[in-house]
């Protein structure tokens, strides 16, 4: 039973290490698209994504580390992560984000 053990953890810390080197190269590649992007919806896209990311690392981390304690960072970089979603949106539609019409 010990013996299952030990395997099961090493395949889940090589799970994770894989798991980070792929997010960080996702990291890069969308760190580039943010600069280079040709329109602002990608960059918008862009910048979703690296908050999706950020979220799969602190995850990552919370399992590497053994504890729950980054699972209310994750809720709460995908609240925020929303949040901003909305104000880009609105930004890129309008061309402001709050509204003040003076009648």
Known sequence: MNNLLDITE????????????GISISLLLLLIRVMVGPSNADRAVALDGIGINLMGIAALL???????????????IGILLFIGTLAIAKYLEKGVIIDRDVD
């Open 10 to 21: 090493k395949l889940v810390n090589i799970s994770a290490i894989i798991c980070t080197i």
């Open 62 to 76: 919370s399992v590497i580390i053994v504890t729950t304690k980054l699972n209310d960072v994750v809720l709460l």
